[in-house]
């Protein structure tokens, strides 16, 4: 059976900045060194952060437990490295500010033999079983958002999933990360999808894969265990594809409701990394420890796809890969929704899919802001279909309400798409953000009083 | 290593980086052939002509932001348009003081006196132009004649009128626009002589071909809504085909309407300014059409032979309300949402 699909759908709108893939696709993924200090964050993902249970001195293994979820909307974190527990206190992140984390010292000697805990069958174990271990192994959306994936699993009561979307677009210029799981960890990824299944109850599963990872969708196709209900689907090559709400009108042609989830028109999206993750932790019950990263860009030398162990320094990282020294811009993930980073002695987290680095030569940005022409390239560019010429007119006026009321502020995901394409290099979704902000705020106020 | 203090920003860290300067630098460019086969054809006149216009728009544009205590805004090249396009509207004899008043007037009153670029409401030139025919009616109808043979020896003497008098007597009057001698001695030009511009008209309104070539090269590199002209233009000849169909002897053909007067130029220069014109695609579609009927209406059954300049003032005038109307339907929303009105 022919299981792949070269699709002409996508989702209306969006753009097409240059990929840069180039440089890296080919590169097959390698074991990033250990660090001599790991740093490791309790917040690698959305929600509550997690709980040390480890104290400062203590010897850990590889893979052994440092710290429990805090609540339903947390995951546990695990040793990336076998070492002893320096410090437990405040750690920098990539927001700039201090959070509670554990500073890890690597035994230099060590074979970094990592340790397994209760390995979960897929054919035995229930659904409910399935989410937890999804859970135990500190499981959050790799494709950038660290979302606990054991919730975006939960089907909630009354709605059905009948579909498993698994991620493989990986729209974001430069990253490859996903390209190279997708050629290299096949069968983990197709543990993984089984596990989804049951987790989900989904009757179908489909990969959606942009078209300049032909190779990629052909070598899956390939390879799919026929007792799969699997279909490789080739997208579109168009940012933001990779866009969970894009991704399933691309996909299904169904749109996800203003303010709704996924599930509402019953589909649930997992990222093709964390799909293989999944299948390759729970069978051993193990906890994540490590991801792959692409650290590329013109200022670094040693370009490539790594498995980097999480906590690694950004600073040992940049200067594994022969940084040039007088670099002026990094950034964690892609350049489109990328974060800048302010301070390299920040860690690699769960969250991060790239890191892009530049010196000052090699970013040109522009500094004059023209007024709006209303050529209508945003509108032409906006995923979502929000006049974001009219939302960012609002922005100046900072009219959050009436951004929020009339113009579907809080439908934006800030993909960048508007801000990309203005000529007159207005910063719309930086407006935006900062609108979302002020929304938020006011409703919380306004609840409290 | 790595000692330099790093820059951060949010992203997008990258743009397409074409720039508003560049889709202005990029329209001038496109009206270039039209600008020089109009001095080929009308010679120093109109040569003297564009560059008074021009520099009166740049100069107004320059010394309007000065005393508003703004830097100067002449660098983003949309007053080059302005200018540009002002003379192109313009008969080549016209005398050139009268010409740099209308660029004042176009900068000053129909830009500056928004807000400035991204703020007017109608297209500049076309308002430098309104005012010219309201103060200088005579003089906005007297057309000269084509590959004059001494048009590179000296220029037309109603081009060097005295500033504040009207030209003297009609000098180099040869005849009426096709338009006009449609409309007022029945007479239809050939199609042919339309569409390479040997005819008598407007500086620049005259080459329906290097026009069209200039809008391709745009739409091109996606600097003009292709949506626009091709409205109009579709316009005017769905109208104008249903007229010359019941009576083909009073109404022309749709060939004829799309090649005379300023219509190209119209469609492919003025109407498509991105700031007088309506945002979403089905707004632009609704105005085109609006253009295009206009056109015809006025063409047929106005008082004047002319009617692209005032079709198109009318639909700067409704593009903002289209804006308002005619919105795209959000993603994961059923209805199109209504702004209210304000």
């Not at chain 1, 097409?16 to 890296?24: A, G, I, L």
């Not at chain 1, 250990?34 to 740093?39: E, G, M, Q, V, Y």
């Not at chain 1, 990824?189 to 942009?210: D, H, V």
Request: hydrophobic content about 45%; aromatic content about 8%; proline content about 7%.
């Amino acid at each position: 059976m022919n299981i792949l699909h070269i699709r002409h759908n996508t989702f209306k709108h969006g753009v097409h900045p240059p990929e840069h893939k180039e440089d890296t696709r080919g590169l097959p993924i390698r074991q990033f060194p250990f660090a001599p200090l790991l740093i490791l964050p309790m917040t690698q993902h959305i929600g509550v952060p997690a709980v040390p249970v480890v104290r400062e001195g203590q010897e850990v293994s590889r893979g052994q437990l440092l710290a429990k979820a805090g609540g339903y909307l947390s995951v546990p974190l695990h040793a990336p490295v076998s070492g002893v527990v320096h410090r437990i206190g405040n750690v920098p992140t990539i927001s700039g500010q201090m959070a509670q984390g554990i500073y890890l010292k690597t035994f230099p000697f060590s074979t970094q033999e990592a340790v397994e805990g209760i390995p979960v069958d897929v054919n035995e174990a229930k659904q409910e079983a399935i989410l937890q271990a999804i859970q135990d192994a500190g499981i959050v959306g790799l494709g950038g958002a660290a979302f606990p994936t054991h919730v975006k699993l939960k089907v909630p009561e009354g709605k059905r999933c009948d579909t498993l979307i698994i991620n493989g677009v990986e729209c974001e210029p430069y990253l490859t990360t996903d390209h190279r799981v997708m050629l290299e960890q096949a069968d983990d990824i197709f543990m993984g999808i089984r596990y989804l299944l049951k987790a989900t109850q989904a009757e179908r599963c489909i990969i959606g894969i942009e078209a300049n990872k032909q190779d990629a969708a052909e070598h899956l196709a390939a390879c799919a265990p026929s007792d799969l209900p699997l279909t490789v689907a080739v997208l579109t090559v168009k940012y933001p594809q990779g866009a969970e709400k894009m991704l399933i009108t691309a996909l299904l042609g169904r749109e996800v409701p203003s303010g709704g989830l996924p599930i509402d028109v019953g589909a649930i999206v997992i990222n093709v990394a964390t799909t293989a993750e999944i299948g390759r932790l729970l069978p051993h019950g193990r906890g994540i420890q490590e991801r792959v990263v692409t650290i590329t860009g013109p200022g670094i030398r040693k370009k490539g796809n790594y498995l980097i162990p999480i906590g690694t320094p950004l600073r040992f990282v940049l200067e594994y890969v022969e940084a040039d020294p007088d670099l002026s811009e990094v950034y964690l993930g892609g350049p489109m929704m990328g974060v800048a980073v302010s301070n390299l002695d920040i860690p690699i987290t769960k969250g991060a899919s790239g890191v892009l680095a530049f010196t000052a030569a090699q970013v040109s940005r522009p500094h004059r802001v023209y007024p709006c022409i209303h050529c209508g390239a945003c509108i032409q560019a906006c995923p979502m279909s929000l006049m974001p010429n009219k939302l960012g007119q609002l922005a100046k006026f900072e009219a959050w309400d009436e951004m929020a009321e009339q113009h579907h502020l809080m439908d934006c995901f800030e993909c960048g798409s508007c801000s990309y394409v203005c000529p007159s290099h207005i910063p719309l979704v930086q407006y935006f953000r900062l609108a979302k902000i002020m929304v938020r705020k006011r409703k919380q106020s306004k609840t409290a009083v | 290593m790595f000692q330099k203090t790093l820059h951060i920003s949010t992203s997008p860290h990258v743009v397409r980086g074409i720039g508003t300067d560049d889709i202005m630098r990029n329209v001038v460019w496109a009206m270039a052939p039209t600008a020089g086969y109009a001095i080929w054809v009308f010679g120093l006149s109109a040569l003297l002509m564009l560059l008074t216009a021009t520099a009166a728009c740049v100069l107004t544009e320059h010394l309007l932001a000065r005393m508003s205590g703004k830097e100067s805004t002449i660098s983003d090249w949309s007053a080059v348009i302005t200018g540009a396009l002002l003379a192109l509207t313009l008969p080549p004899g016209f005398p050139l003081w009268m010409t740099f008043l209308g660029g004042v007037v176009a900068i000053g009153l129909g830009k500056f006196a928004f807000g400035g670029l991204g703020y007017n409401v109608f297209n500049p030139a076309l308002v430098g132009r309104a005012f010219l025919q309201a103060a200088f009616p005579v003089a906005i109808t007297t057309w000269h004649k084509a590959f004059a043979p001494e048009r590179f020896l000296s220029v037309t003497a109603s081009t060097l009128t005295f500033p504040f008098t009207e030209p003297a007597a009609v000098d180099a009057f040869s005849g009426a626009t096709p338009l006009a001698a449609f409309k007022f001695e029945h007479a239809i030009t050939p199609a042919y002589d339309l569409a390479l511009g040997l005819i008598p008209g407007s500086t620049g309104e005259t080459c329906a071909v290097l026009i069209a070539l200039g809008g391709l090269y745009l739409i091109a590199r996606g600097m003009m809504d292709w949506r626009i002209p091709v409205s109009i233009l579709a316009a005017v000849g769905v109208f104008s085909s249903i007229l010359h169909l019941a009576d083909a002897e009073a109404y022309p053909s749709p060939v004829f309407m799309w090649l005379s007067g300023g219509l190209m130029l119209g469609a492919v220069f003025m109407a498509t300014d991105m700031v007088a014109s309506p945002v979403t695609p089905l707004g632009v579609w609704v105005y085109g059409t609006l253009i295009g009927v206009l056109v015809v209406v006025i063409r047929i059954w106005g008082g004047l032979p002319e009617g692209v300049m005032y079709a198109i003032l009318l639909g700067n005038a409704v593009s903002p309300h289209l804006d308002k109307l005619v919105i795209p339907r959000v993603y994961g929303t059923s209805r199109t949402y209504k702004t209210k009105a304000t």
